[in-house]
């Protein structure tokens, strides 16, 4: 079976709706998969939906970020960390509740990061980004707002070829942090839900894990088992971003905590990643499958 428990949607910063991911999972064949949006849920009804339409699995799932401190590596600045939410209750009022508080403060984030760039540019003697706020880069939205959505409006203006460009030559140094979640909420959001929750690509090297950190992965399993572990219920063990060696470290290190284990791709849809990582059969016997 294929599986791919980590797939965004345009309801946060994937390119593909609902519909078009559940068309595509059918031609390649995944037999199990969950769109894990950030900060948003808004897709999931229609997501089981298309999964009993296809005759395919489906693991209600969502992304979020923590704002993780470690008293030794460090102190006095948080990193941001991801953790992937399964298997909750979509009609849980406080999940909802904070859900809708995340996305109005990422509309907020998206205007001060426009400033920022818009800043940067008048540096350069270039004209602004967008002379009418987010209006013109917010009809493209169709969920929360993140900081693809201003790359791909860069793109569309031509102001560079491709996201990655957008975030390299702007939206990296222009960042504004998201809204800060700590541990112990992210998990008693999910749980009172009676989801599971998993502490997302651990090792990835440019995304938001412990290599941040630090790059040694017994390092990291050592601050997983101080600080995270009795806020999570599994690891993701196999993902794009993890070489051969991470991949195993995680298994024996979730194996060894008892933890459950699950993987995917993080397709965003460029590129189209959905189906790739190997996720062996086993994982979807945890969530009932």
Known sequence: MI???????ACSDGLYSAEKIFEKASEIGIGLLSITDHDSIECQKKAKSLSEEYGISYV?????????????????????????????NPDDERLNKKLKELRSYRKKRAEKILERINFERS??????????????IERYVYGVFGRPHIADYMVRKGIVKT??????????????????????????????????????????????????????????QKIITKSILPFIDGIECWHS??????????QEYAKKKKLLVSGGSDCHQDPLLMGSVEVPDYVSGQFGM
């Not at 599986?3 to 949607?9: N, T």
């Not at 540096?123 to 013109?136: I, R, S």
């Not at 971003?241 to 995680?250: A, L, M």
């Open 241 to 250: 971003s993890h070489d051969r060696n991470s991949i195993e470290r995680y």
């Open 123 to 136: 540096n350069e003697n270039k004209m602004p980004l967008t002379c009418k706020g987010l209006d013109e």
């Open 163 to 220: 996201r990655n460009e957008a975030f390299e030559k702007y939206l990296t140094k222009c960042n504004v942090e998201k809204m800060p979640l700590s541990l112990e909420d992210v998990s008693s959001l999910i749980k009172n839900a009676g989801g599971k929750l998993f502490l997302a690509h651990p090792n990835h090297p440019r995304g938001s894990s412990l290599i941040k950190l630090t790059q040694d992965i017994e390092e990291q």
């Open 60 to 88: 209600y799932g969502v992304e979020l970020s923590v704002s993780f401190t470690h008293h030794f590596y460090n102190s006095s600045r948080p990193i941001s960390l991801d953790f992937l939410g399964y298997e909750y």
């Open 3 to 9: 599986i791919d428990l980590h797939i965004h949607s």
